[in-house]
């Protein structure tokens, strides 16, 4: 059996993984035999930059960009770098982990491709499709959905984000219900109910042009 971690010596981890102090994280993590998704201490911590919980050690790790950690982790308590991985580092929201990881050599693939979608991230999308351009047809409409959910959000992000798709062959049907909603839209933009100072009919208008230009009628 372990021994049971005590406060102070939890203590003594945080320091030493803020530190990026490798031996002194692999001696506690060898005595109480501890993993990268072992729960911390005093889960759930809040991350600096976003939302999302950080509850586990490899959680901490690529929140907070600790490249050394990381490598140690792969290499000496076999952690694995999955396309699950790669999503939870972009919903931690750091940008410079999950090159790191792209760095290293390890590729995302479709979950990674989807989550970019949702967050409207034309420079991800366009470096996945790059590299396996065949990963566009595991998009799906759900994920269109989010470029246009909250239409108060639609910017030239969306309008890079789209083309990007487009220009990698992407099922033109999948835009259909977003044509639609955002016509809708830009129609209803004249009514009373909306408040034209939060609506930008302009890059609407774009992107209505954009999926028409592609041939999608609705």
């Known amino acids: 059996m ?3 971690l005590s406060s102070e010596e939890y ?7 803020d530190n990026q102090d490798t031996n002194t994280i692999l001696k506690y993590f060898q005595k109480f035999e501890l993993e990268p998704t072992t729960e911390l201490l005093d889960a759930p911590r809040y991350g600096d930059n976003n939302d999302i919980d950080i509850n586990t050690y490899i ?10 950690v990381i490598d140690i982790f792969i290499d000496e308590l076999n952690l694995e770098i999955t396309d699950e991985i790669l999503v939870h580092t972009l919903e931690l929201q750091n940008m410079d982990t999950y090159n790191y990881l792209c760095e290293l050599g390890y590729v995302p693939q479709e979950k990674t ?3 970019a979608v949702q967050m409207c991230s034309s420079s991800i999308i366009d470096k996945i499709l790059e590299n396996d351009k065949e990963l566009v047809e595991y998009i799906e409409e759900d994920n269109i959905e989010y470029l246009y959910d909250n239409y108060e959000e639609i910017d030239e992000n969306t309008v890079e ?8 062959d992407i099922n033109i049907s999948l835009f259909r219900n977003m044509l639609s909603t955002l016509k809708e839209n830009i129609k209803d933009s004249y009514n009373d109910s909306y408040n034209d100072e939060n609506l930008n009919n302009d890059i609407v208008n774009e992107i209505i042009d954009l999926l028409e230009s592609y041939g999608l009628k609705v």
């Open 161 to 168: 984000t789209v083309r990007v798709l487009l220009n990698y």
């Open 2 to 4: 372990p021994e049971t």
């Open 113 to 115: 491709l989807k989550y």
């Open 11 to 17: 203590d003594i981890i945080l320091d030493a993984l």
């Open 59 to 68: 959680d901490y790790i690529l929140s907070y960009n600790l490249t050394d």
